[in-house]
């Protein structure tokens, strides 16, 4: 129930993402750190996480954010004008 409370933590410290700084982070939200920790060491998400990255690999995601809409991807999914555009181009399609 901390996804999005671990997420946005490691989202601001892109820079420190070695595992003393996530299990440091883990307990920073209140995660049972023993727990974590025997997660990433069982690497119980492993096969979950590789699948993700194969996807990713298959439609050429080599960051983020990407974004697609309509299978087609968005070149900066950062620019709301360019993003508007797409989609008012893929509803006069449609």
């Known amino acids: 129930g901390k996804f999005w409370q671990f997420h946005d933590k490691v989202f601001q410290n892109q820079s420190a993402l070695e595992r003393p700084a996530l299990e440091g982070y883990a307990k920073d939200i209140g995660l049972d750190v023993a727990k974590f920790k025997k997660a990433l060491d069982d690497k119980t998400f492993a096969a979950a996480v590789d699948a993700d990255m194969k996807l990713?690999?298959?439609?050429?995601?080599?960051?983020?954010?990407?974004?697609?809409?309509n299978g087609a991807r968005v070149p900066n999914p950062t620019d709301f004008d360019a993003i508007s555009k797409q989609i008012d181009a893929a509803l006069a399609g449609s």
């Open 56 to 69: 990713g690999e298959e439609v050429a995601v080599d960051g983020t954010p990407t974004m697609f809409l």
